[in-house]
């Protein structure tokens, strides 16, 4: 099992241009999460989905939009980045029971 | 709101010393807590959760809710300990993980 994985794992990005990170975890769990990790802030959470065709904002959702595509995929847009959204980003699976989450290796976003 | 507090950015260590690291969260339900630990270039993974009672790598983390803690221990700190560790609180049914700061431990030796 790959577990959970992102791409891509660099990307630099001009203010003002658009882009997707996609995530993909192959455990068949229903919860995923995309979170950004900056330094001195910790894991902050972006938008999750509870289960295939729900999605919810978390504690910083604005400036992004995401699709469950199906069980297995959850991806993250910028639709017009900003400096401010050069950070880390990490999605992750939940596991029931038990409530665990898997990371996926991270993707580093700067945006120019 | 729920909140997890990491006071410490950093904390450095001599080999074989003791760990703490401390954790304090606020949360008006039944708290679910972990502690994820990050090693360098690696991705983020659990190292022990407060409902298991377990230790792992030797650390251990129990649970004090009279005092909202939840702080992780190891009685011989090792070089391979070093890493970031958050402290994390599960709510909404576990739905949703709330993360401290984390603390960047580093076992000198």
């Known amino acids: 099992n790959a577990g959970v994985t992102q791409t891509p794992k660099f990307q630099v990005l001009k203010t003002g241009q658009s882009m997707t990170l996609q995530c993909a975890q192959d455990?068949?769990?229903?919860?995923m999460y995309w979170y950004r990790q900056d330094p001195g802030m910790g894991l902050r959470l972006i938008y999750y989905?509870?289960?295939?065709?729900?999605?919810d904002k978390g504690e910083v959702p604005n400036g992004y939009n995401v699709s469950r595509l199906n069980k297995r995929e959850f991806s993250l847009r910028l639709e017009s980045a900003a400096p401010s959204q050069t950070s880390v980003y990490f999605c992750?699976?939940?596991?029931?029971?038990?409530?665990?989450?898997?990371f996926g290796p991270g993707t580093r976003l700067t945006v120019l | 709101a729920q909140r997890v507090t990491q006071p410490e950015k950093l904390l450095s260590v001599f080999k074989g010393a003791p760990v703490e690291l401390k954790c304090n969260y606020s949360?008006?339900?039944?708290?679910?807590l972990f502690w994820y630990v990050q090693y360098s270039r690696q991705r983020l993974q659990l190292l022990l959760r407060?409902?298991s009672r377990e230790s792992i790598k030797g650390f251990t983390a129990d649970l004090n809710k009279g005092e909202t803690s939840f702080h992780l221990k190891k009685p011989f700190a090792q070089e391979e300990d070093s890493a970031m560790y958050y402290c994390?609180?599960?709510?909404?049914?576990?739905?949703?993980?709330?993360f401290g700061t984390g603390t960047q431990l580093k076992v000198e030796l």
């Open positions: 992750a699976s939940r596991q029931m029971p038990g409530n665990e989450q898997f």
């Open positions: 455990m068949n769990h229903n919860s």
């Open positions: 989905s509870a289960s295939e065709g729900t999605t």
């Open positions: 949360y008006s339900g039944s708290p679910e």
């Open positions: 407060h409902i």
């Open positions: 994390a609180l599960a709510t909404g049914g576990g739905n949703k993980l709330t």
